[in-house]
């Protein structure tokens, strides 16, 4: 197995949360991770291991509000008193940190890790950060023997599916949290393929008649907000699921209403509910065809009562079920 492209620039830090006893009947999240290192292993289910995307110079870019590269640690800190009822083990790798004008290194060595990650058999997930944590996450994922493939087999059919209120494919001149699904789409084609791209729970009112242009133009296929009722959510999906090997998937926090989710740059006036998007993190865990998954766009600045950052965990505990 593959190990040696995985790097992190800040090592993970202790996890906290409520101790009510030692043993498997009183475990929570924080006293089953374990900090990753080459040789974590799990023997039956493939093991998890996160990795935190410290960045928020995406969303400066787009001129939205700065503060997700303290996502991270807020996403774990809400984990960490979790109950634990997976049956696979989780690691912790620590942080990949972008300051300033990195932003496109920063993504490149998530990507990296992320690559090397899989190859060893994990299922990866990338806490963000701002939405430019999905084109770190695309490259980690584009990037690994599944997707790539190898002399011994040929590369999988990716799709990506997105619960979010945008489509994030803005044409600018540098990266942000607005670009990186056209920044795929772009890069699959300089590989000969087409960008296999869904999105649920799109606000018609938060996207221009160009951005629906783009994506009309790149097949993507979507779901309105309006129009994501939970019947009408699954069939979406599972109609995206069977087309495809393995799934990358990607939660903006965004999608939820602004009530569930108000820690983040573009709270939103509508909202798909969070049952809606729990059943889909439910359907996604059931496939069985779940590469990598991510969450992106909390910021703990504007959150209440840690709100967010709460039902940032939740999915993230559930699609780990
Ligand atoms: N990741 C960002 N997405 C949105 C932000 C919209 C807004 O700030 O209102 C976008 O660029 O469309
Ligand atoms: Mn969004
Ligand atoms: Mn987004």
Redesign the pocket.
């Known amino acids: 197995m593959e190990t040696s492209a995985f790097s992190a620039d800040v090592r993970p830090a202790p996890w906290t949360g409520r101790f009510d006893g030692d043993g498997d009947a009183h475990r929570r999240w924080w006293q089953a991770i374990a900090p990753h290192t080459p040789a974590s292993a799990d023997g039956a289910t493939r093991p998890a291991v996160v990795v935190g995307f410290c960045s928020d110079e ?2 400066r870019r ?3 509000r700065t503060g997700a590269a303290a996502a991270p640690a807020a996403i774990r800190a809400a984990l960490g008193p979790l109950a634990y009822h997976l049956d696979r083990s989780v690691f912790d790798a620590g942080d990949v940190v972008v300051d300033g004008g990195s932003l496109e290194a920063g993504q490149e060595r998530a990507g990296r890790a992320v690559s090397g990650l899989l190859d060893a058999g994990n299922l990866t997930v990338l806490l963000g950060g ?2 430019e944590t999905a084109f770190a996450s695309y490259l980690g994922v584009a990037g690994s023997a599944a997707v790539r493939g190898s002399e011994a087999a040929p590369g999988k059919r990716l799709g990506v599916l997105n619960l979010d209120a ?3 494919l ?1 044409d600018e001149p540098v990266p ?3 670009t990186p699904f056209l920044q795929m789409a772009r890069a699959e084609a300089a590989a000969g393929r087409g960008l296999n791209y869904a999105v649920v729970g799109i606000s018609e009112p ?2 221009t008649r160009t ?1 629906f242009d783009t994506a009309d133009r790149l097949g993507v296929k979507y779901l309105l907000d309006e129009d994501c009722s939970a019947g009408a959510v699954e069939e979406f999906v599972a109609g995206f699921l069977a087309d495809i090997d393995v799934l990358y998937l990607t939660i ?1 926090l ?1 999608v939820l209403p602004a009530s569930v989710a108000p820690g983040v ?2 709270p939103a006036a509508y909202g798909v509910p969070l049952p809606v998007i729990s059943a889909v993190c439910r359907q996604v865990a059931a496939s069985g065809k779940l590469l990598h998954l991510d969450v992106a ?1 909390l910021n703990p600045d504007f959150d209440i009562d840690s709100r967010t950052a709460k039902v940032a965990a939740r999915l993230v505990n559930t699609l780990l079920a």
């Open positions: 995406g969303v787009n001129k939205g701002g939405h945008h489509f994030d803005r942000s949290s607005g938060n996207n951005l903006d965004d740059s573009a766009e």
